[in-house]
Each structure stands twice: as C-alpha cells, then as structure tokens.
T-cell receptor
Framework: EPEVTQTPSHQVTQMGQEVILRCVPI?????FYWYRQILGQKVEFLVS????????KSEIFDDQFSVERPDGSNFTLKIRSTKLEDSAMYFC???????????????FGPGTRLTVL | TQLLEQSPQFLSIQEGENLTVYCNSS?????LQWYRQEPGEGPVLLVT?????EVKKLKRLTFQFGDARKDSSLHITAAQPGDTGLYLC??????????FGEGTQLTVNP
C-alpha cells in the first residue's frame, strides 16, 4: 500500500541553524501538507501546497518557514533560523484532490522529530 | 478559528467493554477524519465521514457524523487490548486544512 515517507526520522540542530525536512508524498496525490505536534499538544496545521504554490498557511507559518517541491517526488519544509520553540514532531501529509466536493482525505507520514538545542 | 473538542481525554476500560469517544464543534466541517496515533509515529487514517448522519463501520468500530456536520462519535464494541492507543478526530475546513482535536488516550486492560 502506498505511503508517505519522511526523512530524517530525527534531526538535532543548534538554535539559529537552518534545517530542511524532507517528504515523499504518495505518488498520485496532488495536495501536500505540513503539520507539527509539540510534545503533549495537538497536531497543528502549518501549510498546504497545490500546483506548485502555497494554497493556505496558518499563523504559525511565518517568514522563517518555506516549502518547496524541488522535483516530481519530494516535498520539503525549510526552517531558516531555528528557535527552541520549533522543537516538535513535523508531519507531512498528502491527499488526492477532492473530486465533486468530496473530502481531501489526508495520509500522514511517520514524522520527523526536530530537536533544537 | 475552528475548534474541535474531544472527550473524554483519557479512558481506561476492561477488555470486552464498550466505549464511545465524542468530537464536538460549533463549526461545520466538510468532512471528519478519524485517526489513530501511536507514540512517536504519525496519525494513521481509520475513516473519513462526509455526509451528515453518515454511519461507517470498521469491524468493531462504528463512526457517526452528526446531521449538522459539526460533531462525530467513535463507538468501539467489545474493546480489546489491541485497541489501546490515541484516537484523534480531525475536521476538514475550508481550503482542506485539518483541525485536530486533543485526542482520546484509550487503555484497554486485559
């Protein structure tokens, strides 16, 4: 069964450094997402991406964040200058287009645990 | 801002018992997706409900979407220790973003 994959599984970085989290969405999906989950808190939406551009972003997704689909398979989240409060699990998700008003059922990857020291 | 309230937050029951988890909001959602999440892993999709009043069954799990598409429930019949885990509801709002509830941590004791 197709699945979303993410690398690395765990990333440790120093405050102020740049990190790139990588995701390979399910191959025939057209919508891509990033969510984060701070330890002990609920999963929060960061950004959605469709047709090579951001379709929606949350208030969390400020100028230090950016997303890119550099080729036909990868989807990346870049955090430019990491802060201590960026420590969290970051989940990539993908969905097929909601045809005829149907749902955008999202499938999640296993996550990248980001630790900022 | 759309919010989803899940209850109960924690539930500990004996094997063989039935249980219901609730997911409530004042907002209307296009769909309601239920996930199960294990520690340190990503949410795994259980079901998507779309139509108001819709009921879907997945073996011993029954999912219902409220008529007004503002609330949903998950009912587990004859719970087993393998059902232990964190259950999450997530509402699809405008633009396809998911709003997650806080989750229900279920423990089924043998």
């Amino acid at each position: 069964e197709p699945e979303v994959t993410q690398t690395p599984s765990h990333q440790v970085t120093q405050m102020g450094q740049e990190v790139i989290l990588r995701c390979v969405p399910i191959s025939n999906h057209l919508y891509f997402y990033w969510y984060r989950q701070i330890l002990g808190q609920k999963v929060e939406f960061l950004v959605s991406f469709y047709n090579n551009e951001i379709s929606e972003k949350s208030e969390i997704f400020d100028d230090q964040f950016s997303v890119e689909r550099p080729d036909g398979s990868n989807f990346t989240l870049k955090i430019r200058s990491t802060k201590l409060e960026d420590s969290a699990m970051y989940f990539c998700a993908s969905s097929n287009i909601g045809l005829a008003g149907g749902p955008y059922t999202q499938y999640f990857g296993p996550g990248t645990r980001l630790t900022v020291l | 801002t759309q919010l989803l309230e899940q209850s109960p937050q924690f539930l500990s029951i004996q094997e063989g018992e039935n249980l219901t988890v609730y997911c409530n909001s004042s907002s209307v959602f296009s769909s309601l997706q239920w996930y199960r999440q294990e520690p340190g892993e990503g949410p795994v999709l259980l079901v998507t409900v779309v139509t108001g009043g819709e009921v879907k069954k997945l073996k011993r799990l029954t999912f219902q979407f409220g008529d007004a598409r503002k609330d949903s429930s998950l009912h587990i019949t004859a719970a087993q220790p393998g059902d232990t885990g964190l259950y999450l509801c997530a509402g699809e709002g405008s633009g396809s973003r998911l709003t997650f509830g806080e989750g229900t941590q279920l423990t089924v004791n043998p």
